[in-house]
């Protein structure tokens, strides 16, 4: 049982390009989410999930989209990065909602 | 939305120390959750205890729902004890709010 898997765990971007987060999830659950960490911060809700097709914003969504055409897999997009995102992005997910999981994080440098 | 503050921010503590951890929310939540994030970064599930009390091993939560506030303790603290910890809360939007956790140090 894998869990949440966030690929790939470490990326280089330069300012302008973009990329995809992955993030997948074996455990059926619903309820799927997309948090950044800054240093000696908490975690901020970027978007979240409550099943296939549906997404909401959270507490700090602009400049980020997601969608969700399956169950298993919540994808974070960056369309033109910036140096504000450089962070570390963690996945989580759980049965609408109760207890959450967490992937093991993507940490994202932005130049 | 709802707003999660906790307390201490800091703490530090010899080893075998006993301490208490506190999670306030502004709003009711349906889903409570403490977490701890080691050196590594990895998020540890402690507890999910959106009321009543909890206990494992050296560590026990209490949720008082009523009154929008939960408790972490941490008994005969060790080394490893060591990191931070969140502790985070849902309502009826399924928004997973987190504060901005406690930092603790447990000194051998």
């Known amino acids: 049982n894998a869990g949440v898997t966030q690929t790939p765990k470490f990326q280089v971007l330069k300012t302008g390009q973009s990329m995809t987060l992955q993030c997948a999830q074996d455990?059926?659950?619903?309820?799927m989410s997309w948090y950044r960490q800054d240093p000696g911060m908490g975690l901020r809700l970027i978007h979240y999930?409550?099943?296939?097709?549906?997404?909401d914003q959270g507490e700090v969504p602009n400049g980020y989209n997601v969608s969700r055409s399956t169950t298993e897999d919540f994808p974070l997009r960056l369309l033109s990065a910036a140096p504000s995102q450089t962070s570390v992005y963690f996945c989580?997910?759980?049965?609408?909602?109760?207890?959450?999981?967490f992937g093991e994080g993507s940490r994202l440098t932005v130049l | 939305g709802i707003q999660v503050e906790q307390s201490p921010p800091d703490l530090i503590l010899q080893e075998g120390a006993n301490s208490t951890l506190r999670c306030n929310f502004s709003?009711?939540?349906?889903?409570l959750q403490w977490f701890h994030q080691n050196p590594w970064g990895q998020l540890i599930n402690l507890f999910y205890?959106?009321?009543g009390t909890k206990q494992n091993g050296r560590l026990s939560a209490t949720t008082v729902a009523t009154e929008r506030y939960s408790l972490l303790y941490i008994s005969s603290s060790q080394t490893t004890d060591s990191g931070v910890y969140f502790c985070?809360?849902?309502?009826?939007?399924?928004?997973?709010?987190f504060g901005t956790g406690t930092r603790l140090k447990v000194l051998a």
């Open positions: 989580a997910s759980s049965y609408n909602p109760g207890e959450l999981f």
């Open positions: 455990m059926n659950h619903e309820y």
């Open positions: 999930s409550v099943g296939a097709g549906i997404t």
């Open positions: 709003d009711s939540v349906n889903n």
């Open positions: 205890i959106p009321s």
């Open positions: 985070a809360g849902a309502g009826g939007t399924y928004k997973y709010i």
